[in-house]
């Protein structure tokens, strides 16, 4: 595929869809920077993932080494400070009478789009891409469509840039997501998603499961091995 002049920036947390999210602009644009964010999540091993699925990723096609440019992380444990939720906390996770997972960090995706218009300011990159969908999600309100394009709107008013955010994932479901992987890398894309990227909410990489490692109960597990065996069965 032709490579856009644009160059991107991707939110990749070594997760399953900013993984997907990474090799989608590989393959779109010629210049893709990578950031994640810190925020002392329990699930901190997708942030140890991250290196190994860039270096990894890069040899799949041969223009992609060429295309993949700097790595950032950048410490956000303020939200983890001021937020008490599963996600950073020990503690259960559960659904609230609004039907919100405690899993929910207020204000995350906000944050995270902020400090990455900054990052892309910074560093000329005209795209921001993440893996936010809001068609098979926990219910995050921060993933709608909506949100995300009320953000792009705030975000280019306020640094006075014309940055646009791409969201390749917001009308996939999971199995879609897992079909994705394999039309942009095939099977050797699948494989590195299964064997390198950590969607656990838990941070368990204890069990392997023909979807990848995971305690296999927690939404975010649920999530991923739903979708696998319906891209599986449709396969
Ligand atoms: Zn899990």
Not at 80 to 94: F, K, L, P, Q, Y
Not at 175 to 193: I, M, N, P, R
Request: net charge negative.
């Amino acid at each position: 595929m032709a490579a856009d002049g644009e160059r991107a920036l991707v939110l990749f947390s070594g997760g399953q869809d900013s993984t997907t999210c990474l090799a989608w602009a590989l393959a779109k644009y010629r210049h893709v920077e990578t950031v994640g964010f810190d925020y002392c999540q329990r699930h901190g091993v997708e942030l140890k993932q991250r290196p190994i699925i860039r270096d990894k990723i890069m040899r799949l096609m041969p223009q992609w080494p060429e295309r993949l440019g700097d790595d950032h992380t950048i410490d956000l444990s303020v939200l983890g400070a001021m937020s008490d939720t599963a996600m950073t906390r020990d503690v259960e996770i559960a659904t609230n009478e609004k039907g919100l997972p405690n899993t929910f960090v207020p204000g995350r995706n906000i944050i995270f789009l902020t400090f990455a218009a900054a990052l892309a300011y910074r560093r000329g990159l005209k795209r921001i891409v993440g893996g936010m969908c809001e068609t098979d999600f926990s219910g995050y309100p921060d993933c709608r469509d909506d949100t995300i394009k009320a953000l792009q709107v705030a975000l280019n008013l306020g640094i006075e840039s014309r940055v646009v955010i791409e969201t390749p994932l917001m009308w996939r479901d999971k199995a879609a997501t897992w079909a994705l992987s394999h039309e942009l890398g095939g099977t050797a894309l699948v494989d590195l998603v299964v064997e390198d990227t950590h969607t656990c909410y838990l941070g368990e990489r204890g069990e392997r499961h023909e979807w990848g490692y995971g305690c296999g109960l927690c939404p975010a597990c649920e999530l991923r091995a739903r979708g696998w065996r319906e891209w599986r069965s449709a396969a």
